[in-house]
């Protein structure tokens, strides 16, 4: 088994930085797994095997444990499950708290972060109940440092934003772009609502000073994805029939858009969008099947759309695992994937849809030291 973990290891060093002509200096992997509510955090060195680990407790509720993991620079940020705050996870296995964050503790309902990135910048949301329906909502950005703090202007106000959280989606690199759901529904997220969705999607300019709408938006309550430092907006948006997905990818650059139709597919949901650094592939996740119940294990299902050719279609559809992308490898030719039900990383060719196993753990990716 020991040789099996490094051998995993090594192929992914080997899949993410040969092509580049070798490494200056031995990057870090980051794992996670996930044993009852507890959650180890492994810092790796592929090289020689050795991890450092931390533990922290809590999770026992998480609909998806990569939603509560987010790689930075020097580390893991999470958001404590017991009170909201957000705390990084060092490369030594130290915890501290990003002390600024809330800003304000009074009446506060929820914090809702993006990362950008490069992962040195973060925006939130912060949450205040005024009478226990409504809510008052103030946006920020800062330096993952905590330098560079800024508040946004009042959020623009429209029929359902009052009785609404807001839902950060990205933020650029500079903080001059931030994205964000401003009427994300005010509801427990069941238990078979797999993925996340978006209902009204907007956009702060900080060279202007302004808020506008995305393009067609409000849209449908459906998942979206921002990528290529905020250049890149993605839709995957319900056709007029069937179950599926059609992907709508904006270049916010000049305003252009494409469309990929939708495919036939016994799948409900999807979401986990990952968009490669050319802007040319999309890979998401399906999931929920019509008439499983809720009690049952569900299936899911892979897919890789090629946003030029106007195509889309499953990849592969393991029983019992949910497969989520996590980057486009090998000139885009192949993908690190985890499933985050079974605790595993795989590297997976997406002309043949065969995969082999790299990892036991969940791989968040890389530091590179």
């Not at 020991?2 to 580049?20: H, M, P, S, V, W």
């Not at 998806?64 to 893991?76: D, K, M």
């Not at 950060?168 to 238990?191: H, K, M, T």
Request: glycine residues 8%.
């Amino acid at each position: 088994m020991k040789k099996l973990k490094l051998f995993g290891l090594l192929l992914i060093i080997a899949a993410l930085f040969t092509a580049q002509g070798g490494l200056a200096q031995t990057p870090t992997d980051v794992f996670i797994s996930q044993q009852g509510d507890e959650v180890s955090i492994y810092f790796t060195n592929p090289i020689t095997g050795l991890s450092i680990v931390a533990r922290i407790g809590g999770f026992s509720n998480v609909p998806n444990i990569l939603e509560a993991f987010h790689l930075t620079p020097s580390g893991v940020l999470y958001q404590n499950p017991s009170d909201g705050t957000l705390r990084i996870v060092s490369a030594n296995g130290l915890v501290s708290s990003l002390v600024f964050i809330p800003q304000q503790l009074e009446n506060l309902r929820g914090i809702s972060f993006a990362l950008s990135e490069d992962g040195n910048t973060i925006a939130w949301a912060e949450m205040h109940s005024l009478d226990g329906v409504r809510f008052e909502t103030s946006l920020f950005t800062a330096s993952l440092n905590g330098g560079n703090l800024r508040m946004l202007p009042v959020l623009p106000v429209t029929q359902g934003s009052p009785f609404s959280r807001v839902a950060v989606l990205g933020v650029s690199n500079d903080a001059s772009l931030v994205f964000f759901d401003l009427e994300q529904p005010n509801v427990v997220r069941g238990i078979t609502d797999y993925f996340i969705n978006y209902q009204s999607l907007w956009l702060y300019i900080t060279p202007r000073q302004a808020y506008n709408a995305l393009p067609l938006e409000p849209n449908c309550h459906c998942p979206a994805q921002i990528a290529n430092d905020g250049r890149t907006f993605i839709r995957l948006e319900r056709p007029v029939l069937g179950k599926s997905y059609r992907i709508h990818t904006w270049n916010l650059d000049n305003n252009t858009d494409r469309l990929t139709p939708a495919f036939d597919t016994i799948y409900q949901q999807g979401g986990d969008v990952l968009v490669s650094d050319d802007g040319r592939l999309v890979a998401y996740s399906m999931g929920g099947i019509e008439g499983v119940s809720a009690n049952e294990v569900t299936a899911f299902a892979l897919v890789v759309a090629d946003t030029s050719a106007g195509e889309q279609r499953i990849i592969n559809a393991p029983n019992g695992q949910r497969w989520t992308a996590m980057a486009f490898i090998n000139e885009n030719q192949e993908l690190m994937i985890v499933d985050s039900l079974i605790g595993a990383t795989y590297k997976l060719d997406i002309a043949s849809g065969d995969y082999w196993l790299v990892a036991d753990k969940i791989w968040l990716g890389q530091l590179s030291n």
